[in-house]
């Protein structure tokens, strides 16, 4: 596959194609579209009382060749932060100034989490896009209906499933280079490839696909200057899907899932500034094991859908110690079991009862040089009931109101709430007001409960947004156009304190309030039937303590140009404003205070139907004009590359 023959036939095949990238900022989607995120069931877009941003499975196929994290940090609001770093690197989501624990992962309704982690985030990394049917992005506290991690955002991730046909296939290749700014090896050092298989056959629907990824040519840490030539961390990933659906009866269908996902990539020291923070020693692999089962059933008056899964993941670490001149060896292993009931009873055509129970059990164990932790006392469980309460008014106005109980077997209770009405102008002009008002909150993790540093006295983080904004379509459809603004109070953090004369190190709940604030607006255009624009900007203020790696202002710009129903070019800008990070001295322990610069990305696309509904190509390049910039200090970004891509249906 790497041999320079094989690369100049390809690039030989879509030399038509002018050069290209496939970020383009995600379109605003029509008001009658169907939204799942602020209910748990489909309803119209209209009749929602959130600005809920889609990413469509047609938005995706624009947008081939990009990871998952590219393709969601184009969302308004929304920072990815190292989705333009080494593949290997950790991924930081920061949604109106909150950080990964304050952002709950959903897929397929369910939600997911590494029990073993410090905040119990998801790596985004684990999953391929092209096993992505949908995406939505709600925004916000959302703790009522999704509970503990949702209180700046959630990413709701729907994968693929059966086609309606009762047999298709689906293969795909890219290769790519993978250069800093500073390397000019435009040769195949990323390569992805893939293929899946899918149908429906009377009562059943099947999708089965698996994927493989892996990078080089980039240290994951940059080096102090040119003279200095670090060794490459590579990065491979393997992942297997399979999911499997049955139609009971008219009103029972029952949906299995499974999946293997596995990533193994090397990284380097942490330290900045001690000499020995590039090795090529440091290897990490990450194991996940998913499966789960959620049937539906319908009945007259509304449905009911059971939601499960079982998740374990498996993270090991083989690190170079830099003072004792050996290598350690660390493991973490953790369970989760999401158990989500929920049902909606339709009182009427307008008025909608939805009632829901939560369980969930963690668990973890580690092995590590400072110690292990074992799963027999390090678990925890959640038993949560909701409600929510949406009506529907003939002119126009909308509620949505709920509450949650949190019933935790470390902490005790917790009472969540959201408040959100809305507002159709049907008669006069397509405008919609929203406005909410809801709480959320963040269960300590079990390493911040259990672990050498755990404190068992830590309660739950608490956040309360509110929100108000408007969305509407103008021009015979042709400009939409939504606006938000928010506030967010933070209380009770969880931070880490640490005694620089007894070296004393746990975990604490701080005093005092933290606050958010900011506007997030998209537009989209359609200028001709052949060139749409899309744009979106965002404004983030946080006070002090939240300050990091958030940018003040972000902005994506995009333009489509689709001469026929074939043919697709992009141009898609990129601005990223000054942000603050720290700098971890290496010798001293210490952390000092920097300001990373603005910078400006701008990428381009070109896609092609050679056999139109069969076989396609595309070509992209990323970062036109090679621009140096940093998304982490110390950490290396990826200059000019270019990709391209074959897609068959087969």
Not at 104 to 126: K, M, N
Request: hydrophobic content about 35%; aromatic content about 14%.
């Amino acid at each position: 596959m790497k041999k320079n023959s094989t690369i100049s036939a390809f690039l030989a095949l879509v030399a038509t194609c002018a050069w290209a990238q496939e970020q383009d900022s995600v379109k605003v989607n029509p008001l009658k579209e169907v939204v799942i995120s602020d209910t748990k069931f489909a309803q119209r877009k209209e009749k929602s009382g959130k600005i809920i941003e889609v990413i469509s499975a047609k938005d995706l196929a624009q947008k081939t060749g990009q990871s998952l994290a590219t393709v969601l940090s184009q969302v308004t609001g929304v920072e990815i932060n190292g989705n333009q770093s080494a593949n290997g690197k950790n991924l930081g989501y920061y949604i109106r100034g909150g950080k990964n624990r304050q952002v709950l992962i959903l897929i397929d309704g369910i939600p997911v989490t590494d029990a073993s982690g410090i905040s119990l985030e998801y790596d985004l990394r684990l999953l391929p896009v092209e096993q992505v049917e949908s995406i939505e992005v709600m925004k916000g506290a959302a703790s009522t209906l999704y509970g503990t991690g949702a209180a700046t955002g959630v990413i709701n991730i729907t994968l693929k499933k059966g086609s309606k046909k009762e047999i298709e296939g689906n293969a795909y290749l890219n290769i790519g280079s993978n250069n800093t700014s500073s390397d000019k090896k435009y040769n195949g050092q990323d390569f992805n490839q893939g293929i899946s298989v899918n149908g429906n056959y009377k009562k059943v629907n099947y999708f089965a696909g698996i994927n493989s990824t892996e990078t080089g040519n980039m240290s994951q840490i940059a080096p102090p200057n040119e003279s200095v030539i670090y060794e490459e961390d590579r990065f491979s990933r393997q992942n297997a899907i399979a999911k499997f659906g049955f139609k009971a009866t008219e009103k029972l269908s029952l949906n299995f899932f499974g999946n293997y996902d596995r990533l193994k990539n090397g990284y380097d020291l942490t330290f900045d500034n001690t000499g020995f923070n590039d090795t090529g020693i440091n290897t990490t692999t990450s194991e996940q094991v998913r499966f789960g089962f959620s049937p539906k059933y319908q009945y007259r008056k509304g449905e009911f859908i059971l939601n499960s899964g079982f998740n374990k993941i498996v993270r090991d670490y083989t690190e170079f110690n830099s003072f004792s001149g050996t290598t350690d060896y660390s493991v973490y292993e953790s369970r989760n079991v999401v158990l989500d009931g929920v049902n909606k009873y339709n009182i009427n055509k307008n008025f909608a009862v939805i009632l829901g129970v939560n369980y969930q059990f963690n668990d973890m164990l580690s092995e590590t040089p400072f110690g292990n932790i074992e799963n027999q006392t390090t678990k925890f469980n959640i038993i949560d009931g909701y409600s929510t309460l949406v009506y529907h008014f003939d002119f126009g106005l909308n509620l949505n109101a709920g509450g949650r109980l949190n019933n935790h077997s470390a902490y005790g209770n917790n009472f969540v709430y959201n408040f959100n009405p809305s507002y159709n102008f049907k008669t006069a002009f397509p405008l919609k007001l929203v406005a909410s008002y809801s709480t959320a909150y963040i269960t300590p993790s079990l390493y911040q409960l259990y672990s050498e540093y755990g404190n068992a006295n830590v309660t739950p983080e608490k956040n309360a947004t509110a929100e108000v904004g408007f969305e509407t379509q103008l021009s015979s459809n042709k400009l939409r156009w939504e606006t938000v603004a928010f506030y967010r109070d933070q209380t009770n953090s969880i931070d880490f304190f640490y005694n620089p004369v007894t070296f004393e190190s746990y975990y604490v709940n701080i005093n005092g309030t933290n606050k958010a604030k900011g506007v997030e607006t998209e537009i989209s255009y359609e200028l001709t039937a052949q060139i749409t624009l899309n744009a979106n900007y965002t404004f983030t203020q946080v006070d002090k303590a939240l300050d990091r790696l958030i940018p003040k202002h972000k902005a994506n710009a995009s333009l489509n140009y689709q001469p026929n129903s074939r043919t697709l070019f992009n141009v898609n800008y990129q601005y990223f404003d000054a942000r603050k990070d720290v700098f971890f001295d290496g010798n001293t322990f210490g952390v000092t205070g920097v300001e990373l610069d603005s910078y400006q990305l701008v990428n381009c696309l070109a896609k092609y139907e050679l056999v139109k509904g069969r076989m396609s190509v595309f070509a992209a390049a990323t970062n036109i004009f090679n621009e140096t910039f940093v998304e982490n200090i110390g950490y290396t970004t990826r200059g000019r590359n270019f990709k391209v891509g074959l897609n068959f249906v087969l």
